[in-house]
């Protein structure tokens, strides 16, 4: 019956301990198989043929480009969908649309390039600009053309000047994106309230920003594919975090633009590659192989992506698959129903390990037996499976413990000096300012002390239970005396082990948790011996000296 037991408790403990790692949900960050499941039409290459043909091919061209980033099925297809377009609609694939104005234009002054800047080099395609913004009655765009006045500059050079082409360039493109309604309302309010600033005088740097950004973007893009990104573009600051992300490579200039394409706003990316500038630019291109729908729900939930490498290979085999793809579903529809799931599997079978452990261990003698209480070995390993629940949420939750590093739009020139950088050291390792790390080994140290309070608690009702004399109970209760004291020696292990991690610069979990855990220690025992073993000791001394009486 006792060897039944075990192989039932080791089943269970198993199979539940399996499905909570089968069960991808985390609490700050997104399964790559949540993501898949997340997916479906349109897809990069379906949109991409859908563009080619609705007589967009510049912005078919990115979304080919971003599928090759992501090593797409069909690609061969799209591209040779695109070599047929491209020789029979070459005008089109020059500009990325068929916008007749523009058509015009680039026919009239026989323009060659591809991108938007290489046409405004051309002081022919320049004045025909002028000409017709020049007739235009919205206050926006007279704003902007009053611009070219400007002679205080921070980043350009005046337009009157000799090597104001390019700033001339960036107000010209500007103001024919304006009029042509090719901006977002909320962006082209924030970009006339620049303009008018400027002429007025004040300080001309954010506005010459946003003239640098789409300069920048100009340079690579073409009107189509520049029309349809600056479209999604919401405010400065998104147009500064995009245009940074999408500067670095073609790659990056691919997955920026397809995801900002897929996403409801570019507001959307840009605050989701800002708050994870390490990571989000690879989770983004990730989301956009997936289709539409991935990212979308990866810009609504704003969190890293997270692959384990064990849940991963678990799936692979066949026995798990349909589990796994149960598990998967259930958290792509209830993320918080799949996370409490994955906590009460791995509780429960935390349990039924603790259990066969139990049971396995050698069994009391005839004195041990005869103090064992019912109830209280289950009631110890239901704690002992709490205390493996706050370790797996504390060491085995994804990004749980790091900071976001967050990028700033603005640059900051800074110049270091010995001096500086001696104070950035001390600072540095006297930085009290409370971090994420900082509150879960905050959240940690208060909870395994509260844990050894449980279980302190639990011993000491073990021996108000049992069935023994109050000398007996006295001397038992003395025995207990350094688990009581536990708590302490916890403490002080936690504070030890923050400042080695500190000195080391494994991880800053900051002086206020090292200190803590010390605290929490002494406040925790000190309740637990004051509030609980001193009045039942003096209970037992006083039944003592009764009975010897």
């Known amino acids: 019956m006792r060897s039944f037991k075990a192989i039932l408790f080791l089943l269970l403990g198993v199979v539940l301990i399996v499905g909570a790692i089968l069960t991808p949900a985390y609490l700050r960050a997104v399964d790559r198989g949540v993501l898949e499941t997340a997916g479906g039409e349109p897809e990069l290459v379906s949109e991409a043929f859908s563009l080619l043909s609705l007589e967009k091919p510049g912005v078919a061209e990115l979304l080919y480009r971003a599928a090759v980033v992501s090593q797409l099925a069909d690609l061969p297809k799209v591209e040779t969908a695109l070599g047929n377009a491209r020789g029979e609609q070459v005008a089109a694939f020059q500009q990325g649309d068929t916008d007749p104005l523009i058509q015009n234009w680039i026919q009239l002054h026989r323009l ?15 004045g025909s600009v002028v000409e017709h913004l020049e007739q235009s009655n919205r206050p926006g765009v007279r704003e902007l053309m009053h611009n070219r006045s400007l002679q205080a500059l921070a980043l350009f050079f005046p337009v009157s000047s000799a090597g104001g082409q390019a700033f001339d360039s960036a107000i010209l493109m500007t103001g024919l994106l304006y009029q ?11 970009l006339e309230t620049l303009a008018a600033e400027a002429n007025r005088g004040l300080d001309t740097r954010p506005l010459e920003s946003v003239y640098l950004d789409l300069l920048s ?5 073409n009107w189509g594919q520049l029309t349809a990104f600056i479209q999604k573009v919401d405010s400065a600051a998104t147009l500064r975090t995009l245009v940074h992300h999408a500067s670095r490579s073609d790659e990056m200039l691919a997955t920026v633009f397809s995801g900002v394409w897929f996403a409801e706003s570019g507001s959307q990316v840009a605050t989701y590659l800002r708050r994870y500038a390490e990571s989000g630019s690879k989770d983004l291109q990730t989301a956009v192989g997936f289709g539409q729908g991935t990212v979308r729900y990866l810009m609504a939930r704003q969190e890293p992506v997270y692959v384990s490498s064990m849940r991963e290979s678990l799936r692979s ?5 349909p589990v796994a793809h149960a598990l998967t579903g259930m958290t792509f529809r209830l993320p918080m129903i799949g996370l409490l799931t994955k906590y009460l599997l791995f509780l429960f079978g935390s349990f039924f390990v603790f259990r066969l452990i139990y049971m396995l261990k050698p069994g009391p003698d005839k004195v041990e037996a005869s103090l064992q209480v019912e109830g209280i070995g289950i009631l110890r390993q239901q704690i002992m499976a709490l205390v493996a629940l706050i370790f797996l949420i504390a060491f085995g939750e994804p990004f749980l413990a790091q900071d976001s590093k967050k990028m700033e739009n603005p640059i900051n020139w800074r110049f270091p000096v010995v001096e500086s950088a001696v104070t950035e050291k001390i600072d540095k390792i006297m930085d009290t300012k409370i971090t994420q790390i900082t509150i879960l080994a905050l959240v940690v140290f208060f909870l395994v002390q509260v844990s050894i309070y449980a279980l302190c608690l639990v011993k000491l009702k073990e021996i108000k239970k049992q069935e023994a004399k109050s000398r007996l109970k006295l001397r038992l209760l003395d025995n207990e005396d350094n688990m009581f004291d536990a708590g302490l020696y916890v403490g002080l292990g936690g504070t030890v082990l923050s400042l080695v991690m ?5 991880v800053n979990p900051g002086l206020m948790s090292a200190y803590a855990s010390t605290l929490f220690g002494i406040i925790f025992v000190s309740v637990l011996k004051i509030f609980h073993v001193r009045p039942y000791r ?11 009486a």
């Open 217 to 221: 973007l100009s340079k690579r893009l």
């Open 112 to 126: 060659q390039g591809t991108n938007v800047v290489s046409w405004f080099v051309s002081s022919g395609f320049r």
């Open 502 to 506: 500190l000195a080391l610069g494994m």
């Open 317 to 321: 085999l066949g026995l798990f698959q």
């Open 538 to 548: 003096r209970k037992l001394i006083v039944e003592n000296e009764m009975e010897s």
């Open 180 to 190: 042509e309604d090719h901006l977002n309302a909320s962006f082209r309010k924030e």
